[in-house]
């Protein structure tokens, strides 16, 4: 995501009240309705609705992506159109994950395999990004999709919250979980039917996946783009992430007898509420940890790290 970043101004104030609690700075510029401040990113509001991300944070900006996202928040350009309207009619497999962005719950990655043929199906059952769907519409659209593509068609990995925290302690680095698991994906597809093209939303160095997939001898041509759910494929794959995102989720809460939140901009008073009630050890079952959520809430609270 880039200079193409757009929100409409119904959301400036939810934009700023998420920007608020990871706890940036503001400042007000001419023709900006704010510029925010954090160590290592900055985030540029214009008057007309535009974004401008600069800065070294990766994660910080992922997340800030992610949320952007959530609320209808990109506006493709016509660059943009052209440059995945070359894949139409390719047989390509489009893969996407769900959750990075949200402290509570898993992380979802799933991949779809399309040809010519299965993606006019798509097309007639009217696929589209799932940000632009309600969880109601997400389970009745995945429940079509599943049944045009077949059983070989699909392939999803589901994260959990504690498995997630296993790696990232391994790995130190959401792209490359991010990486090894839409590597993952893409090479379970394979193993049923052989295709040579894959598109992926773009979260960060190619090199993550492409290496994942060295690892395991897989060549394929790897395309990353900003915005990939603009490809039929991959809006697909967002939607059946999607779907078991909220099953997830929807089993976690069962399991707790709680509702836990979505996203991460709106979860503090949760938090405190359960570790309240289960105590600090198992906020890593249902959360990821390493989101700068925890650290302030362990520092207002008197948390040490042997905790």
């Given at each position: 995501?880039?200079?193409?970043?757009?929100?409409?101004?119904?959301?400036?104030l939810?934009?700023?009240?998420?920007?608020?609690?990871?706890?940036?700075?503001?400042?007000?510029?001419?023709?900006?309705?704010?510029?925010?401040?954090?160590?290592?990113?900055?985030v540029?509001?214009?008057?007309?609705?535009?974004?401008?991300?600069?800065?070294n944070?990766?994660?910080?900006?992922?997340?800030?992506?992610?949320?952007?996202?959530?609320?209808?928040?990109?506006?493709?350009?016509?660059?943009?159109?052209?440059?995945?309207?070359?894949?139409?009619?390719?047989?390509?497999?489009g893969?996407?994950?769900?959750?990075?962005?949200?402290?509570?719950g898993?992380?979802?990655?799933a991949?779809?395999?399309?040809d010519k043929?299965?993606?006019?199906?798509?097309?007639?059952?009217?696929?589209?990004?799932?940000?632009?769907?309600?969880?109601?519409?997400i389970s009745?659209?995945?429940?079509?999709?599943?049944?045009?593509?077949g059983?070989?068609r699909?392939?999803?990995?589901?994260?959990?919250?504690r498995?997630?925290?296993?790696?990232?302690?391994?790995?130190?680095n959401?792209?490359k979980?991010?990486?090894?698991?839409?590597?993952?994906?893409?090479?379970?597809?394979?193993?049923?039917?052989?295709?040579?093209?894959?598109?992926?939303?773009?979260?960060?160095?190619?090199?993550?996946?492409?290496?994942?997939l060295?690892?395991?001898?897989?060549?394929?041509?790897?395309?990353?783009?900003?915005?990939?759910?603009?490809?039929?494929?991959?809006?697909?794959?967002?939607?059946?992430a999607?779907?078991v995102?909220?099953?997830?989720?929807?089993?976690?809460?069962?399991?707790y007898?709680?509702?836990?939140?979505?996203?991460?901009?709106?979860?503090?008073?949760?938090?405190?509420?359960?570790?309240n009630k289960?105590?600090?050890?198992?906020?890593?079952?249902?959360?990821?940890?390493h989101?700068?959520?925890?650290?302030?809430?362990?520092?207002?609270?008197?948390?040490?790290?042997?905790?």
């Amino acid at each position: 995501m880039g200079e193409n970043l757009q929100i409409h101004k119904s959301k400036f104030l939810e934009l700023k009240v998420f920007l608020t609690r990871i706890g940036f700075t503001f400042e007000n510029r001419p023709y900006q309705v704010f510029l925010a401040r954090y160590p290592g990113i900055v985030v540029n509001l214009y008057q007309n609705g535009k974004i401008v991300l600069a800065g070294n944070d990766k994660f910080i900006k992922s997340e800030i992506e992610a949320f952007i996202e959530s609320i209808g928040g990109f506006n493709p350009s016509n660059d943009d159109k052209r440059f995945f309207r070359k894949f139409k009619g390719m047989t390509r497999i489009g893969s996407d994950e769900v959750g990075k962005g949200d402290y509570f719950g898993p992380l979802v990655i799933a991949g779809v395999l399309i040809d010519k043929y299965s993606e006019k199906d798509l097309q007639i059952i009217k696929v589209r990004d799932s940000k632009k769907l309600n969880d109601r519409s997400i389970s009745k659209m995945s429940k079509k999709i599943r049944i045009k593509l077949g059983n070989s068609r699909y392939e999803i990995l589901s994260i959990t919250p504690r498995k997630y925290n296993k790696l990232y302690k391994k790995l130190k680095n959401l792209n490359k979980i991010l990486g090894w698991a839409h590597s993952r994906v893409i090479e379970n597809l394979l193993t049923k039917e052989e295709c040579n093209l894959a598109v992926v939303d773009k979260f960060g160095d190619p090199k993550f996946v492409n290496s994942a997939l060295m690892e395991k001898g897989v060549t394929i041509q790897l395309i990353q783009q900003p915005r990939a759910e603009q490809d039929i494929a991959v809006a697909a794959a967002s939607i059946l992430a999607r779907e078991v995102f909220l099953e997830k989720h929807k089993e976690m809460g069962i399991a707790y007898g709680l509702e836990f939140p979505k996203g991460s901009s709106q979860v503090t008073e949760f938090l405190t509420d359960f570790v309240n009630k289960q105590g600090f050890n198992n906020l890593k079952n249902v959360a990821k940890i390493h989101f700068k959520i925890t650290d302030q809430f362990k520092k207002k609270v008197g948390i040490s790290e042997r905790k």
